[in-house]
């Protein structure tokens, strides 16, 4: 069974950075994309950034030049660095996967349970 575990999350001023982690635990599968979305209280969940296999990002509007996605897939790792913070971002920050299980051809869409992100000062 995989399991998605986020961290990284707290509380910062405006203008701070963080670097959120997701880490992929488990064996026998593989990651193509992976992504951050946020959820902010009364809010729908909205993608952050998305990153592929074959290394193409994708980046919502109002984190770029902020915002940088990657992936260490040696150790099934997903990274989310965060600049020039604003209250704005202030959210449940969520990893999602798109895992193959070796020997299949079906996606399985994977969450993590989500890390607390507050700009504030």
Not at 83 to 98: G, I, M, Q, R
Not at 105 to 111: G, L, S
């Amino acid at each position: 069974q995989v399991q998605l575990v986020e961290s990284g999350g707290g509380l910062v001023q405006p203008g701070g950075s963080l670097r959120l982690s997701c880490a992929a635990s488990g064996t026998g599968f593989s990651i193509n994309a992976m992504g951050w979305y946020r959820q902010a209280p009364g809010k729908q969940r909205e993608l952050v950034a998305r990153i592929g296999d074959t290394g193409w990002r994708n980046y919502a509007d109002s984190v770029k030049g902020r915002f940088t996605i990657s992936r260490d897939n040696a150790k099934n790792t997903m990274y989310l660095q965060m600049n020039s913070l604003k209250p704005e971002d202030t959210a449940v920050y969520y990893c999602n996967a798109n895992i193959i299980a070796w020997g299949t051809t079906t996606v399985e869409v994977h969450w993590g349970q989500g890390t607390q992100v507050t700009v504030s000062s």
